[in-house]
């Protein structure tokens, strides 16, 4: 599949720049946030990053404090909601259409890390809305082997679907971000007749274990 250089509009990028500290803000007046592993982001290039995704509030606390502005992803049904629609498309961020192959999105995102742009991706696919990982879908392992970009596994604890409620109201709950070594994924056969469905499931569970690793065990459901 083709696609072109991935080019972020003008206003996108200032959009981009003045709301990421705004964000960062607000995270940081809700809560306490602890944030290690910071040298194990690249320095340059393309690369995916992939996290444990429990509640809406995920998403934008990454794309807050990370180092560089992030590509991401977001449902399609996201665009038709007051309030968020306008964030979404405000930041450029990439619509797909849930529970199908969305040929638009794939090479949006194809294009994005051929482009060297970083890219985060859930591999769960929605949110868990409890603490304990949910089985990773495949689909990433395609954007992996189509591009050979690094994968950066984080561990996000702290967001859960109570948080904004629980800070506003002065709890201020502590959040903890654990940015793991970027790794490429590994050759990997699976057992003889093993299908390649099999086997993509196979990979995208060892990248989810990377991220498990990350987290403490109350919070590794499937990956336990």
Same mark, same amino acid.
């Given at each position: 599949m083709?696609?072109? +250089?991935?080019?972020?509009?003008?206003? $996108?990028?200032?959009?981009?720049?003045i709301?990421?500290?705004?964000?960062?803000?607000v995270?940081y007046?809700?809560?306490?946030?602890?944030?290690?592993? +910071?040298e194990?982001?690249?320095?340059?290039?393309a690369?995916?990053?992939?996290?444990?995704?429990?509640?809406?509030?995920d998403?934008?606390?990454?794309?807050?404090?990370?180092?560089?502005? =992030?590509?991401i992803? %977001?449902? !399609?049904?996201?665009?038709?909601?007051?309030?968020?629609?306008?964030?979404?498309?405000?930041?450029?961020?990439?619509?797909? =259409?849930? %529970?199908?192959?969305d040929?638009?999105?794939v090479?949006?995102?194809?294009?994005?890390l051929?482009?060297?742009?970083?890219?985060?991706?859930?591999p769960?696919?929605?949110?868990?809305?409890g603490?304990?990982?949910? !089985?990773?879908?495949?689909?990433?392992v395609?954007?992996?082997?189509?591009?050979?970009?690094?994968?950066v596994p984080v561990?996000i604890?702290?967001? $859960?679907?109570?948080?904004? +409620? !629980?800070?506003?109201?002065?709890?201020r709950?502590?959040?903890?971000? $654990?940015?793991?070594?970027?790794?490429h994924?590994?050759?990997?056969?699976?057992?003889?007749?093993?299908?390649?469905?099999e086997?993509? !499931?196979?990979?995208?569970?060892?990248?989810? +274990?990377?991220?498990?690793? =990350?987290?403490?065990?109350?919070?590794?459901?499937?990956?336990?």
């Amino acid at each position: 599949m083709t696609a072109g +250089r991935h080019v972020i509009p003008w206003y $996108k990028e200032i959009f981009r720049f003045i709301f990421r500290p705004i964000f960062r803000l607000v995270f940081y007046i809700l809560s306490p946030i602890r944030i290690t592993g +910071r040298e194990n982001i690249p320095a340059k290039g393309a690369y995916l990053v992939v996290f444990n995704h429990v509640s809406l509030y995920d998403a934008p606390l990454l794309v807050a404090v990370w180092p560089k502005a =992030l590509e991401i992803l %977001g449902a !399609q049904d996201i665009w038709d909601r007051p309030g968020q629609n306008i964030l979404v498309r405000g930041y450029g961020a990439i619509p797909v =259409l849930r %529970g199908e192959i969305d040929q638009e999105a794939v090479k949006r995102i194809l294009s994005a890390l051929r482009s060297g742009r970083p890219l985060m991706m859930a591999p769960e696919g929605g949110r868990s809305h409890g603490a304990g990982m949910r !089985q990773g879908k495949a689909g990433i392992v395609y954007f992996i082997e189509a591009t050979g970009a690094p994968v950066v596994p984080v561990g996000i604890v702290g967001t $859960k679907d109570d948080y904004y +409620r !629980q800070g506003s109201r002065g709890n201020r709950p502590p959040v903890m971000v $654990k940015i793991g070594p970027a790794f490429h994924l590994p050759e990997m056969k699976g057992a003889p007749g093993d299908s390649p469905k099999e086997l993509r !499931q196979m990979k995208v569970d060892y990248i989810m +274990r990377r991220i498990a690793d =990350l987290l403490p065990e109350d919070y590794r459901g499937y990956y336990k």
